[in-house]
Nanobody
Framework: QVQLVESGGGLVQSGGTLILSCSAS????????IAWFRRAPGKEREGVSC??????????????KGRSTISRDNTITRDNTNITVYLQVNHLKPEDTAEYFC??????????????????WGKGIQVTVSS
């Protein structure tokens, strides 16, 4: 059963740090990257960051570049069907307020922040940055 489960959201102060986790399981990660998207109030969903599995170049949207880090745990199961990916965003701004989604876009040792390539989505988690 495919699962993408986000955790770590909530209310955070402006200037603070956010760490989100995505636990992904139930599908072959050799053919997928893990990405984070977000939807701010009144705006369309946008890509934030992605990381290929098992390795490859990471990508960051301009809105978080330089203050964000995406990483994965180093535990790789034999069939590569379980992974946890972390998104850390520093120096939070009120405009980072959004619902954040973990997603699995298709790709072999590559990733792209394209919704068209996403086969699996998490349910989303709310992050609110207080000013």
């Amino acid at each position: 059963q495919v699962q993408l489960v986000e955790s770590g959201g909530g209310l955070v102060q402006s200037g603070g740090t956010l760490i989100l986790s995505c636990s992904a399981s139930g599908f072959n990660l050799n053919y997928y990257a893990i990405a984070w998207f977000r939807r701010a109030p009144g705006k369309e969903r946008e890509g934030v960051s992605c990381i290929p599995t098992p390795d490859g170049i990471k990508y960051y949207a301009d809105s978080v570049k330089g203050r964000s880090t995406i990483s994965r745990d180093n535990t790789i199961t034999r069939d590569n069907t379980n992974i946890t990916v972390y998104l850390q965003v520093n120096h939070l701004k009120p405009e980072d307020t959004a619902e954040y989604f973990c997603a699995a876009p298709s790709g072999f040792r590559s990733c792209a922040l394209s919704e068209a390539r996403v086969d699996y989505w998490g349910k989303g988690i709310q992050v609110t940055v207080s000013s």
